[in-house]
């Protein structure tokens, strides 16, 4: 970790589709590059053998009783979609 | 007691209510007037719904002439931070990419508040999608610090920390996940709370980082406070990270627990970068408790240091993942011109989230990613139980921690300008997150220049009767919350 190569901002930035300026990128790489620096100290600590926590107070396998409910009206679940025909959200052409 | 309606307390108010001296249409009628005199210059407020609050109101007097009143939020105005949704109002995150949102569906923390009678008032300011540690990430306008406008109000919940500040609400809902609440709350002069994880739901919170965000009251006074989160909390089926357990009457929990308390002082949370005039108030503070028959102990909690490096890896990870929802389909900013639908993705993106949230997009995805998984988020979710067991370890010993809340007061807007500099505002707050703990912002003082200082304390997983008993103690005998910014 104490290794980790620079960041590589095209292809993060593509991982996250985000298009950015190449100002934008100039600018975070500059910025990240200095968080990840900071982060780095991470290294120094001993986790060995010591678990990862995802939620401080974990609860698992938290069912409902499987009954239907009413979910949001299609009018409402539409209100923002951006552009909407018969009743479903429209999008640019996904095949040619 | 305040003269001015506007800058009651919840319990005066209510009182008043209730002896049917005051009704709840005038006391919002004044809480709008006020809001119109001073929103200029503070700025809280992204949006108000005049008529709506109006008529919750007369709703509101309606149920108590027939007798069935709710308790003491019934009537009482209520603002919102705009990432807590109320079905109807707009939610816009403060960013562009929900400009144009209307939530259809209530939060449950909105519901819950509605239950009890509040009269909901107003959509607060904060940094976009509640990233952010001064309000001026909103991609509307910044926020000014009722103390002095030319500051900021801290953040993300800075619009919630000034408005109830100026006077524009009696109380009002923030979220934290970082600091968020507690922060902008030392930097405002009022109280501020974030629950325990799981204690309040997140059903209808915009969601920055899951596992570590929570929604919490800003209020005048730790009573209040007391009052209001009793009317949020509580297990919700919707929300699988709610908690079971049994919320107690808060408000009355402060009159038979009375301590005294053993406190711990963490010896990491009072070195280097904390204001001198901070550190004499919180020593302030100190000397009361310990004239109160307090033992008060120094106590470390060894990995402080990381909390800031685990907290920018768990909190972007999961931001990146929580944000890629906004993608121009289904809801939200759509790009005009897209070639494609790949391309209406980055494009949309691009135009709808500004530079911080962009930023935490791409350190998150960089450390998900592929080869930086184990040695970053692993790692810092490792890290993350170490710092949890700091406090469990320390809990040994004392009943709960003070620290101060931020370790330096309010900043002039734009004097922060770079990333790193602006996060170091959080290290006495996230490590509470980290853990998941209670912990709550009370007003103990104010510096030469008349800005606020916060006093942190910070308790026991769901023992939030004896946080805020441990706190009132401390508010009951001191007079901060009674001065008010002049605007």
Known sequence: MSNAPELNIDH???LARLALTPEEKATFAAQLGSVLHHIEQLAKVDVTGVEPTAHAFAVTNVWRDDVAEPGLPVAAALRNAPAQRENM?????VVE | MSAELHFHSIAEAAAQLEAKTLSAVELTQAVIARTKAVEPRVRAFLSTDEATALAQAAASDARRAAGHARGPLDGIPVGLKDVIAVKNQPLTAGSRMLANFVSPYDSTAAAKLQQAGAVLWGRLNCDEFAMGSSNENSAFHPTGNPWDVSRVPGGSSGGSAAALAAGEALA????DTGGSIRQPAALCGVVGIKPTYGLVSRYGLIAYASSLDQIGPFARTVEDAAIVLRAIAGHDERDSTSFRTEIPDYRAELQTRRGPWK??????YFGEGLDPEIAAAVERAIAFYKAQ?????????????????T?????????????ARYDGVRYGHRAKNAKDIVDLYFQSRAEGFGAEVKRRIILGTYVLSSGYYDAFYLRAQKVRTLIRQDFLNAYKEVDALLTPTSPIPAFKLGEKSDPLAMYLCDIYTIGVNLAGLPAISVPCGFTRGNLPIGLQLIGQPFQEASLLALAHSYDRAHDWSSRHPKL
């Open chain 2, 263 to 268: 406190l711990g002082l963490p010896k990491e």
């Open chain 2, 311 to 323: 907290y920018y890896i768990i909190a972007t990870a999961e931001a990146s993942s929580n944000l």
């Open chain 2, 172 to 175: 009002t809902l923030g979220s």
């Open chain 2, 293 to 309: 028959g307090c033992e008060i102990r120094e106590v470390s909690l060894p990995h402080t240091q990381y909390c800031l490096d």
């Open chain 1, 89 to 93: 959200i429209a999008v640019p052409k």
């Open chain 1, 12 to 14: 993060i930035a593509k």
